[in-house]
C-alpha cells in the first residue's frame, strides 16, 4: 500500500491548491477576489498557492485593467486538467485497494 501513494500529485495533494483546481474545473475562469472569497483564504495565502500552480503549469493567470482597477483571473490548463483526473483516479485506486 505505501507505493501507492508515489502516484499521488504533490501539487495537488495540499488541501487549498486542490480546491482552487477544483474551483476552476467547475467554473473554468474565475477572479482573483472570487477565489480568496470562495476559499477564505488571504492574498499572500492565495498568492503563494497560485504560483505553485502557475510553476507547475495547471493554472494560467491573466492580469488586465478594467478601468483604473488591476483585475486577475486564473484559468485552468490542459496539464492542469490532466493532472487534476489523473490525481482523483489515483485517490479513488487507493480507496479501493483499503477496501479489499
Known sequence: MKNSFIN???ILDNRIRLSMVSLLMVEGEVEFKE???SLGL???NLASHIKALENAEYITVHKSFVGKKPNT???I???GKKAFKKHL???ENL???HKK
Do not use: Y
Open 35 to 37: 477565489m480568496k472569497e
Open 77 to 79: 490548463t490542459s496539464n
Open 73 to 75: 483571473k486564473f484559468k
Open 42 to 44: 488571504t492574498d499572500g
Open 8 to 10: 499521488i500529485d504533490k
Open 95 to 97: 480507496i479501493k485497494q
Open 89 to 91: 483516479q489515483t485517490l
